[in-house]
């Protein structure tokens, strides 16, 4: 079946300095669609980026993202980050199940921002 | 934004009894999810719901789970009876079309004791 992978559980960096947040995923179906969730604590999980379309970039509120088929890989870049950029980040991949969208997640990357 | 809410934030429960966990979703939106996290592991995705049926459901909706969502009201899922494995985090979703941004809940935990 599907997966995602995100090898960092925890990425911990510098106000200022850019961000890369690594995942790769696996489908057999060519039609993948990728997503970047940003979950903060107490909050509920909402949409930062997807993208369904080869070597095109995608950004949204200072990130960005580009997927990769021939790598199966979606990174996540912010060129400088922020200390409320703090927050725990999935990514997702949809293989547009039967019907509606059913997403597999990664694990999730928290990502610690210090002044 | 759309905001998606889920009744209660925190439950404990007793094994064998059942709990039923609530979600009120978007307004305009047709296509409710569930999704089951379990303490440092991934999202995973339970069922989702459209026109008052099931749509599809993953091997994790055990027999023991339900879902339903009765005249616009909470969507919502009922499990019974609880088992130990059942405790985790449970999102809700929904979404427009099927196709659409799925906006999600806050979560539910459930301690199952």
């Known amino acids: 079946g599907d997966s995602v992978t995100q090898k960092e559980g925890l990425v911990t960096l510098t106000e200022g300095l850019p961000v890369m947040l690594n995942c790769t995923y696996q489908t057999i179906y060519s039609n993948a669609f990728l997503f970047w969730y940003v979950h903060y604590l107490n909050e509920s999980p909402r949409l930062l980026l997807k993208?369904?379309?080869?070597?095109k970039r995608t950004e949204h509120q200072g990130f960005h993202a580009t997927l990769h088929k021939s790598s199966s890989s979606f990174h996540l870049q912010k060129s400088s980050a922020q200390l409320s950029d703090s927050a725990l980040y999935y990514c997702a991949l949809s293989d547009r199940g039967e019907g509606a969208d059913r997403l597999t997640f990664g694990k999730g990357t928290q990502l610690i921002i210090q002044p | 934004g759309p905001k998606v809410l889920q009744i209660p934030s925190h439950q404990i429960i007793d094994m064998g009894q059942m709990v039923t966990l609530n979600c009120d979703p978007v307004?305009?939106?047709?296509?409710f999810y569930w999704y089951k996290q379990i303490l440092g592991q991934q999202m995973e995705f339970l069922v989702n719901?459209?026109?008052?049926?099931?749509?599809?459901k993953s091997k994790l909706f055990k027999d023991q789970f339900s879902v339903e969502r009765p005249d616009g009201s909470y969507f919502t899922l009922k499990i019974q009876p609880t088992a130990l494995e059942d405790s985790a985090v449970y999102f809700c979703a929904s979404s427009m079309t099927g196709w659409n941004t799925l906006y999600f809940g806050a979560g539910t935990r459930l301690s199952v004791l």
């Open positions: 993208s369904s379309t080869d070597n």
């Open positions: 307004s305009n939106h047709l296509y």
């Open positions: 719901f459209y026109n008052g049926k099931v749509m599809e």
